[in-house]
């Protein structure tokens, strides 16, 4: 499976990147919305995950949810959003424009693993 790390901080993809492989997930980072989905397009399928910051220059997370949810291709994509956001209302936009969790930096590993596990992407009880 493959994941997609969408976070304008190098050293926050790193963290997410190690993670995801230990998961068994082969990573692809961009450093912005734009760059996602322009990576996406160069793929020969999308990705089964996409880690999505919501606060980057150029095209920032919630509208490259946005943006990805309105191609066909992408629906299937899980996203989820990993970002310092964490009032209720912003929550409440990221999942009503089409992403499907929520997790709020700073993350333990664990708590990231939980996430993926609760949505079936990597067996429970996974660990590092």
């Known amino acids: 499976m493959r994941a997609l790390i969408v ?19 082969e990573a692809v980072e961009a450093g912005d919305g734009q760059a996602a989905l322009d990576a996406i397009g160069a793929m020969d399928r999308p990705p ?27 629906r299937a994509m899980t996203i989820v959003m990993v970002t310092t956001e964490s009032e209720q209302s912003q929550i409440v936009r990221a999942l009503a424009a089409g992403a499907h969790e929520y997790v709020i930096k700073p993350f333990t590993a664990d708590s ?8 079936g992407l990597v067996p429970n009880g996974a660990s590092l």
């Open 7 to 25: 976070d304008d901080s190098r050293t926050m993809r790193r963290i997410v990147r190690r993670i995801v492989e230990g998961c068994g997930f």
């Open 48 to 74: 089964d995950l996409a880690l999505v910051d919501w606060n980057m220059p150029v095209m920032d997370g919630l509208e490259f949810v946005s943006r990805a949810r309105a191609q066909p291709a992408l």
């Open 112 to 119: 990231m693993i939980d996430k993926l596990a609760l949505l």
